[in-house]
């Protein structure tokens, strides 16, 4: 019995009992896997599981403010 491997289509793929579109991924038996792989048609899909660390978020700092208004001229925003 062969092994069965899991695959993503690259294209769609149909026939009498099937029907999928690029990106679906299913198990095929390992010889028809990599005659499809070779082809160009799948490509295998990493069984490994990545476990990622979650980040937590931080209180938001904002800075000192600051005075937009100068306190050269008179303040009619000329010169």
Same mark, same amino acid.
């Given at each position: 019995m062969? %092994?069965?491997? =899991? @695959?993503?289509?690259?294209?769609?793929?149909?026939?009498?009992? #099937?029907?999928?579109?690029?990106?679906?991924?299913?198990d095929?038996?390992q010889?028809? %896997?990599l005659? =499809? @792989?070779?082809?160009?048609?799948?490509?295998?899909?990493?069984? #490994?599981?990545?476990e990622?660390?979650?980040?937590?978020?931080?209180?938001?700092r904002?800075?000192?403010?600051?005075?937009?208004?100068?306190?050269?001229?008179?303040?009619s925003?000329?010169g």
């Open positions: 062969l %092994a069965k491997v =899991l @695959i993503r289509l690259l294209v769609g793929l149909s026939g009498p009992a #099937i029907l999928l579109d690029p990106g679906d991924e299913r095929f038996p010889d028809e %896997a005659r =499809l @792989i070779s082809a160009g048609f799948a490509a295998p899909v990493a069984e #490994i599981k990545i990622r660390a979650v980040q937590v978020p931080t209180a938001e904002r800075g000192r403010k600051r005075n937009v208004v100068s306190g050269d001229g008179d303040g925003g000329n």
